[in-house]
C-alpha cells in the first residue's frame, strides 16, 4: 500500500484566491511527522511545513496551512492568496518513528499553475 | 545555512558506462538519501545510508549501488548504465530521527542524468 497519496496530478488556482492540495497517508506508528516541499521549475526542493501526530493545533506558515485531519489520516497543504510565484510542483512527504527507521516516504506530487 | 551539493548538475554518459553521482554536506547530518525523480512517479527512494560505511536499500535499489566512506559524503554508482536510468537524481541528508522526528531532509539541487 502507498504510503503517501497525492490523488491530483495537477492543478489550477486563480491568483490572489486560496487553494488546497491534498494528501493522504497511511501508517499505524502512533508517532510520525509530515511534511509538505515545493519544487519549482528550476528543480531545488523546499521545505514548507510539518506537522507532528500529536500537535495538537494545524501548522501554519505564512501563507501555508496545514488542515490535519488524524481521523481521516490527511494532510492537505492550504496555500492562501496565491501568487504566481506558487507555480510549482508540490510534494507530501511523511516520515515514521522514532524507532521505525529514517525513512521518508514522499507522493507522486501535484503540479500547482497559478493563473493572473 | 545547511548545503548539500551534488557534483554536477548535468551529466551525459553512454550506455555500460560506470556513473558516479557525489553528494556532500555540510551539517554533519547522520542520514543521507539518494533518489530518482521521474514525472508521474514522484520520488523513489534508491538508497539511504544512516552511518558511515552503513547502508539500506530503498524502493529501487536494482542497477545501483552506494558509498559512503566518511560522514559528509554519499556516492551513488550506477555499475553500467542503461538508457532507463535516464532521470533527475536527488540527494537529501537529515538529522536522526531518534532525535528529532520533525527535522526535514534538506536536499541538492539534483543531476540530471542522460544515458544514451
Known amino acids: 500500500a502507498q504510503k503517501i497519496t497525492q490523488t491530483q496530478p495537477g492543478m489550477f488556482v486563480q491568483e490572489k484566491e486560496a487553494v488546497t492540495l491534498d494528501c493522504t497517508y497511511d501508517?499505524?506508528?502512533?508517532?510520525?511527522?509530515l511534511f509538505w516541499y515545493k519544487q519549482p521549475s528550476s528543480g531545488e526542493m523546499i521545505f514548507l511545513i510539518y506537522?507532528?501526530?500529536?500537535?495538537?493545533q494545524n501548522a501554519t506558515e505564512g501563507r501555508y496551512s496545514l488542515n490535519f485531519q488524524k481521523a481521516r489520516k490527511s494532510a492537505n497543504l492550504v496555500i492562501s492568496a496565491s501568487q504566481l510565484g506558487d507555480s510549482a510542483m508540490y510534494f507530501c512527504?511523511?516520515?515514521?518513528?522514532?524507532?521505525?527507521?529514517?525513512?521518508?516516504?514522499f507522493g507522486t506530487g501535484t503540479s500547482l499553475t497559478v493563473i493572473p | 545555512d545547511v548545503k548539500v551539493t551534488q557534483s554536477s548538475r548535468y551529466l551525459v554518459k553512454r550506455t555500460g558506462e560506470k556513473v558516479f553521482l557525489e553528494c556532500v554536506q555540510d551539517?554533519?547530518?547522520?542520514?543521507m538519501f539518494w533518489y530518482r525523480q521521474d514525472p508521474g512517479l514522484g520520488l523513489r527512494l534508491i538508497y539511504f545510508?544512516?552511518?558511515?560505511?552503513?547502508?539500506e536499500k530503498g524502493d529501487i535499489p536494482e542497477g545501483y549501488s552506494v558509498s559512503r566512506e566518511k560522514k559528509e559524503r554519499f556516492s551513488l554508482i550506477l555499475e553500467s548504465a542503461s538508457t532507463n536510468q535516464t532521470s533527475m537524481y536527488l540527494c537529501?541528508?537529515?538529522?536522526?530521527?531518534?532525535?528529532?522526528?520533525?527535522?526535514?531532509?534538506?536536499f541538492g539541487p539534483g543531476t540530471r542524468l542522460t544515458v544514451t
Open positions: 537529501a541528508s537529515s538529522l536522526d530521527g531518534a532525535a528529532l522526528l520533525s527535522y526535514e531532509q534538506y
Open positions: 501508517t499505524s506508528d502512533p508517532s510520525y511527522g
Open positions: 506537522q507532528g501526530s500529536y500537535d495538537q
Open positions: 512527504a511523511m516520515r515514521e518513528g522514532p524507532n521505525t527507521g529514517n525513512q521518508f516516504y
Open positions: 551539517m554533519d547530518h547522520e542520514n
Open positions: 545510508s544512516y552511518d558511515v560505511k552503513m547502508k
